[in-house]
């Protein structure tokens, strides 16, 4: 696990707190972590998705893939059908077809849609956690985090892509390096959990950078650094909302 967190902590500009593990493992916080925890799952497949239709493939293609990801999206928004069914229901139907004029659609395509069907298998294996513990879904508002990268993207083509590859590289990255905080403060079967979701997503942050300088027409290291700034913003400072994503409690904050 040593070897896995080397990159991601070098990457990383700030190491999540310590105040915000303490909160995390209360256990009356053990059904927001593993609601918000599936919900981001949901949330790294549409955020794939959402880049393999806009920059990469025709709307057939696009369509098939939003065919892919309805009885996810229709169990969280709508609260209907079997989450045991799911594990069926993670295959795309056809080939992806990039558009001809997109140079680096083929490798946006390869990448996203491996990275799609890591996450709605990961979300399944969430699901399977919450039932065991007893968590039932409920619905839980976003988080700051995303949004607060998001507000800096830029508005122009191809440098706003480049900037939502390099968000989803600090989220992954985040992700995992909370995931092996977490895990030697619960219980095995969650640890063990958290473990292996760290090897299988150890390598997606680098498949994002490495999208996102293929695709730049210039060297992305100062926009790395500039969201690597961003981020560790977000993830050092107050925060009144508790979320797997959340900063500094607002109630540790307030006593400092």
């Known amino acids: ?13 700030a190491s999540t707190p310590d105040e915000w593990v303490t909160e995390a493992t209360k256990q009356d916080n053990l059904s927001v ?24 493939v025709d709307k057939e293609s696009g369509d098939a893939l939003l065919e892919w990801l309805k009885p996810f999206e229709t169990l969280i928004y709508k609260r209907q059908g079997n989450w045991r069914e799911l594990a069926d229901k993670n295959k795309l139907t056809k080939s992806m077809i ?11 395509i390869d990448k996203m849609v491996m990275l799609i ?12 956690i919450m039932h065991e513990y007893g968590v039932e879904y409920q619905s839980i508002t976003p988080c700051r985090y995303a949004k607060g990268m998001l507000r800096h993207v830029k508005s122009y083509e191809p440098d706003a892509l480049v900037d939502k590859l390099i968000i989803g590289a600090y989220i992954e990255a ?17 640890g063990d959990f958290y473990i292996s979701l760290l090897r299988s997503e150890a390598r997606h942050y680098q498949d994002y950078l490495t999208l996102a300088q293929d695709i730049s027409e210039f060297d992305i290291t100062e926009r790395v650094e500039f969201f690597g ?18 900063g500094l409690p607002v109630s540790v904050a307030s006593k400092c």
């Open 1 to 13: 696990m040593d070897e896995l967190l080397k990159p991601i902590n070098s990457f990383l500009q």
């Open 174 to 190: 985040r992700s995992c390096e909370r995931f092996a905080k977490l895990a030697p403060y619960v219980d095995k079967r969650l």
């Open 98 to 108: 990039p558009k001809s004029n997109t140079p680096y659609g083929q490798n946006l």
């Open 229 to 246: 700034n961003v981020e560790a913003e977000l993830i050092s400072s107050p925060d009144e909302d508790f979320k797997f994503h959340s």
């Open 33 to 56: 972590v593993l609601i918000d925890h599936l919900v981001c799952e949901l949330k790294a497949a549409q955020s794939a998705m959402f880049l393999i239709r806009k920059y990469a």
């Open 117 to 128: 069907k890591e996450e709605l298998h990961h979300f399944y294996q969430v699901l399977e």
